[in-house]
């Protein structure tokens, strides 16, 4: 931004305070810019049992199931969740399980479009 028309006495901050975001995104429209957001892949160990409760949470949390499998009565998923809150998500699958099944091992940041 090179010039804002800012005069002091006729602007005061609140006037420009959402002004940078408008820009940005300005930009990035005009730029024809796609923006993703990050993702976190999951591995997931859970009794076979509670799977069916597993799978709905993963998907009203936006998540992608990418593996499912069962062996000797437990089931591994792996997949991706959504960047937006992945410590709920966390909360969230310990308490689907009644404490036999393991919280995500390894979550790393990936970016899916």
């Known amino acids: ?3 804002s028309g800012f005069a002091s006495p006729l602007s005061t901050a609140a006037d ?17 810019t796609r923006v ?3 993702y ?3 591995d ?3 009794p076979a049992d509670a799977m069916a409760a597993v799978l709905p ?13 069962v062996r000797a009565g437990i089931g591994h998923l ?3 969740l ?9 909360t969230t699958a310990a308490r689907t399980d009644p404490g036999r099944g393991r919280t995500p091992r390894r979550v790393h940041r990936v970016c899916a479009g």
Do not use: C, S, Y
Not at 24 to 32: E, F, M, S, T, Y
Not at 57 to 69: C, F, P, Q
Not at 82 to 90: E, K, L
């Open 82 to 90: 959504p960047g937006r809150q992945p410590a709920r998500h966390r």
């Open 44 to 46: 997931l160990e859970v």
């Open 36 to 38: 993703f957001e990050p």
């Open 1 to 3: 931004m090179t010039h």
């Open 57 to 69: 949470k993963i998907a009203e949390a936006g998540g992608i199931v990418r593996e499912t499998v």
């Open 16 to 32: 420009f305070r959402g002004l940078g975001t408008q820009v940005i995104r300005d930009a990035l429209k005009d730029a024809k």
């Open 40 to 42: 976190h892949h999951f």
């Open 78 to 80: 792996n997949g991706l």
